[in-house]
């Protein structure tokens, strides 16, 4: 089995890298969504959260107030408090799901797709490298990102002067604040370079591949 990180900065294009390799046949498990899911009520990640932040980061239905949660982890400068919380668990889960694929497939190349592979500081003894045989790096021009964190949070639709401007500049926020993605790519087995066309990102995932499965054969 391949133990892969996929990770890449905001707009990047790293899920749709992930959705290529999943199409040749990789296991692949997104953070985010585990993150989520870790959340939801009945969860001990959950119950966490609100006994740390308090009833106000709680909805009417019980769920979690996702945009009350943001304005005090981001707003307050609190977002280290909430990793401390979700980065652990949403971890753990990750190595519980891996070592469920290696049971079943000796042969596997998991992907895990996260933001943070590089940043994150709950990773355990060893960290990343533990965790993971290689790691891919998505990059692609600022530029680029930001127009498509634009398009991605407008769900699609043509948004007015005003509001692409301020998503504009939530995205430059965003990522001014990311690790330095050069600093990161020095780091990585592998860059894919998302500047181009979709066409060009899938010819390079497509090269890659064989590369990677040849790897889990050789670990199995």
């Known amino acids: 089995m391949l133990r892969v990180g996929l990770t890449g900065g905001l707009g990047s294009g790293k899920s749709t890298a992930a959705k290529m390799f999943a199409a040749h046949g990789a296991y692949v498990f997104y953070a985010d969504e585990i993150g989520r899911a870790l959340m939801q009520p009945g969860q001990a990640v959950y119950s966490a959260i609100v006994a740390h932040f308090g009833p106000s980061v709680v909805s009417s239905d019980g769920s979690l107030n996702r945009p009350e949660l943001a304005r005090i982890a981001f707003g307050e400068g609190r977002i280290e408090e909430l990793n401390a919380i979700v980065h652990p668990a949403t971890i753990a889960r990750q190595a519980e799901l891996i070592a469920e694929v290696a049971v079943r497939d000796a042969d596997a190349v998991v992907i ?93 995932v497509d090269a890659l591949w064989p590369e990677l499965r040849d790897a889990a054969k050789q670990n199995a």
Not at 128 to 145: G, H, K, N, P, Y
Not at 156 to 177: C, F, H, M, T, Y
């Open 112 to 204: 895990v797709e996260s933001a943070l592979i590089f940043e994150t500081k709950y990773g355990g003894e060893g960290g990343w490298r533990r965790r993971f045989d290689r790691i891919i790096f998505v990059t692609a021009s600022e530029e680029l990102q930001i127009a498509r964190f634009v398009e991605r949070s407008s769900g699609g639709k043509a948004p007015d002067e005003v509001s692409r401007g301020a998503l504009a500049a939530e995205a430059r926020r965003r990522i001014a604040k990311q690790v330095d993605g050069e600093r990161n790519a020095g780091q990585c087995n592998c860059v894919l370079t998302n500047d181009g066309s979709l066409e060009h990102l899938q010819i390079q």
